[in-house]
């Protein structure tokens, strides 16, 4: 054991009384977990940091988030069932515990059958597989198990575990009761489930009741391990610390309560026989009388096998304000992380701990159309599955099916059909912490309180990581047509690319497409796209293709590079259709200590579309690749040397050559950006002749 543990302080408060009673009954290890308040927090802190990166901590399950199983033959009214109120079940079902990796769960399109079932009871979810019956416990010591009734060793983690939830708890109020109640049963569950986020959720509103000091101290305590959320990723400790703002779960709750047939036949922790005796200090013995009057009522309301409650209709086992459910599945709520034109996103966490985004349209009172367009964003989701960087869709629902129908399909029939007006569409994805609009104020805060300029490195990092995810879906045939520094989502250090929600497929050989309507964000939106379909001065008709796209990332570079889009300064939407769709307008650009970074932005903001570079181009630009430096004397000739059996790469060589060794006429900065214009294309053709002879 770590020594700081064993070094806990006796416990002499009455905020203790719920751990004190659970250790009275593992007598080896109360000493271990005797702390008065303050202390007790540190040392519990201490620990959970210690401890809570560990791979036992991403497996524990956050039982709020589960909600009794039902049995599917039978009414809600019929959840009661003695045989899962059975403890020595709880680590039958342990055993079951499904750990799987967030899996893709096939999206069943209808009358597939309710996965509801499925979903663990909540003492299934508590459990670990190290508490399991299989133990085969040749060493008892603490915990006992409840199949087999022996003791159990606690390993650390797990004590860290016991201090920290009996900890929060001793400073919950009545609010704890509901949880207590699903303990009853099982002593063994205070030990495994960790429940820091609701704890420390109730433990906010026991505060008030608190004196001052020890209030502020709690408070600062726990604050303390809340910090980064957003930005720690999607662990389980993670989770545990983030989701301090998720709502209780009441119903939750009320599904844990359901499920206790008779709570007489269990005793309450606290009135555990090993405190018999002990008179109950206050706290506990408010929460045991109100644990019990929960109780009779739960029973009272819940009588098991009651034929009135047979023949009740099937009730919600759920609670739609706290939890999402995509195909059965519960989602718990976390907070809402943004909403964009057409949906609302909320971070969430799936019952095995895993965060995830979870995207909700609505569909009611959108014509046929739009939905059909909402829901073509999972199918180019679905096709982009497995692509590094395409933020992932875990699961989807549309309630809809004969809409979902439609478009798996790819046909349209209904189009003038209705959507069903409580129609939704849910995407569980890949959560994202934090997306490129929010890291460019925050990098161009830093930047505005000091003289420096923005660190090419980073630029170069980010830029190439956004040419790669717009290469995955041009490759795929995909126009996104929304590109914008919003829409790229840093995951685990990578940006992905998000929202296809106006993305359109490629459909034939052609390498435009033409588009039903102007879309996109204005300030990134490309001069055809607010043109589509119109007729050019050629009368040929005007479509939007990759090229749109290149305009886009043209504007986001140009944002990375000064802090503003290239036409910030046209506030109004006339003002910028005005300037964009000019095409004699010219874009204004600051100097740059690289002039690559400026011939990379105007390749892609070329107002002909025809002139922008593509993606395979842009990757190797200068600015990514720079050239071997000048200094190198042999470095042309190097060139010169490896492209000799290539007739029109030697030419260029030479021509390259030539603006080297001999860059006349630079006598102002256009006339250098100018020369270095035509180093650049020149780079860039030598490379593809050098590639393509490689490939032959
Ligand atoms: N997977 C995710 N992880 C984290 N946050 C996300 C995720 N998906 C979306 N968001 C957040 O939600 C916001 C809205 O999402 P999204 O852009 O997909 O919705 P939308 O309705 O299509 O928006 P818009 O009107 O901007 O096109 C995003 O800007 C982003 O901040």
């Known amino acids: ?38 202390d007790f927090l540190r ?120 201090a920290l939830e009996n900890n929060a708890r001793s400073h919950m109020g009545s609010l704890a009761l509901t949880e207590m109640e699903c303990d009853l049963n099982n002593q063994l569950d205070v030990v495994t489930a960790l429940n820091h986020d609701q704890n420390v ?32 990723g999607s662990n389980c400790a ?34 555990d026989k090993s405190t018999k005796g002990d008179p109950l200090p206050g706290d506990a013995m408010d929460l045991q009388n109100d644990v019990k009057s929960v109780t009779l009522k739960s029973v009272k309301h819940e009588k098991p096998g009651s ?51 979870l995207k909700k349209i609505k569909l009611k009172s959108r014509d046929y159309a739009t939905a059909y367009g909402f829901c073509q964003e999972i199918e180019y989701l679905n096709k982009l599955k497995g692509k590094d960087h395409i933020i992932q869709l875990i699961d989807y629902e549309v309630t809809d099916k004969a809409l979902l129908k439609e478009v798996m399909s790819g046909s349209m029939s209904n189009k003038d059909g209705r959507v069903k007006d409580d129609g939704c569409i849910y995407m569980v994805l890949e959560y994202g912490e934090i997306d490129l609009a929010h890291m460019l104020s925050q990098k161009w805060r830093e930047l505005d309180s000091t003289t420096s300029t923005i660190d090419e490195n980073w630029l170069r990092f980010y830029w190439q990581q956004i040419l790669l995810a717009v290469k995955t879906i041009h490759e795929e045939r995909i126009v996104h047509s929304d590109l914008k520094p919003a829409n790229f989502l840093l995951v685990r250090g990578s940006l992905k690319l998000i929202d296809f929600g106006i993305a359109k497929a490629i459909l034939s050989d052609t390498t435009n497409i033409q588009r039903d309507s102007q879309v996109g964000t204005l300030s990134y939106m490309s001069p055809e796209a607010f043109m589509c ?3 050019d001065a050629d009368g040929n008709t005007i479509k939007c293709g990759r090229p749109s796209d290149i305009w886009s990332l043209g504007c ?63 990757l190797q630009h200068p600015f990514l690749v720079p050239p071997i430096p000048d200094e190198n004397p042999n470095f042309i000739q190097i060139l010169s040397d490896s492209c000799r059996d290539d007739l029109k790469a030697t030419i260029l060589c ?10 006349t006429g630079l006598t102002s900065v256009d006339e250098t950006c100018k020369l270095l214009d035509e180093m650049s294309r020149l780079c860039i053709q030598l490379k593809e002749r050098l590639g393509n002879s490689e490939r032959d």
């Open 533 to 535: 379909n119109e007729t």
């Open 1 to 38: 054991m770590d020594s700081r543990e064993a070094n806990l302080p006796a416990d002499h408060n009455h905020d203790s009384n719920l751990y004190r009673s659970f250790n009275a009954s593992t007598s080896s290890s109360s000493s271990s977990f005797t702390s008065s308040p303050p």
């Open 201 to 232: 959720h109730k433990l906010d509103s026991d505060l008030t009741s608190r004196p001052n000091d020890e209030r502020n101290y709690i408070q600062s305590d726990f604050s303390h391990q809340m910090t980064p959320s957003s930005n720690l």
């Open 654 to 663: 030479s021509r390259l050559r030539e603006l080297v060794t001999d860059p």
């Open 43 to 162: 040392n519990v802190q201490a620990a959970f940091k210690r401890h809570r990166m560990m791979p036992q901590l991403n497996n524990l399950q956050p039982r709020r988030l589960v909600a009794r199983r039902q049995e599917p033959s039978r009414s809600s009214a019929s959840i009661l069932d003695s045989k899962e109120d059975d403890s020595h079940d709880v680590s039958v079902k342990q055993t079951t515990v499904n750990h799987e990796p967030a899996s893709v769960t096939p999206p069943s399109i209808s009358g597939t059958p309710t996965e509801e079932d499925k979903f663990k009871p909540i003492d299934a979810q508590r459990c670990q597989p190290s508490f399991n019956c299989d133990c085969k416990n040749s060493n008892p010591v603490d915990f006992p198990c409840l199949k087999c009734k022996q003791a159990l060793p606690v390993d650390t983690p797990k004590k860290v575990q016991f």
């Open 307 to 357: 034929k009135k409650d047979a023949s009740a209709p099937r009730k919600r086992n759920y609670d739609p304000d706290l939890f999402f459910k995509v195909n059965s599945k519960l989602y718990q709520r976390l907070g809402k992380i943004g909403s964009g034109g057409s949906s609302e996103v909320h971070k969430v966490i799936s019952q095995d701990c895993t965060i995830y985004a």
């Open 556 to 618: 986001i570079l140009y944002q990375m590079v000064y802090g503003k889009t290239p036409f910030a300064d046209y506030t109004t939407f006339w003002a910028k259709f005005k300037v964009i769709t000019d095409p004699n307008h010219e874009i204004h650009y600051e100097q740059s200590s690289n002039p690559w970074l400026l011939d990379l932005i105007k390749n892609c903001l070329a107002w002909d579309r025809k002139k922008r570079w593509t993606i395979p181009q842009l």
């Open 238 to 271: 993670t989770t545990l610390l983030n989701s301090v703002h998720a709502p209780m779960v009441n119903s939750t709750t009320h599904s844990c309560l359901e499920n206790k047939s008779d709570l007489k036949d269990h005793p309450l922790p606290v009135a």
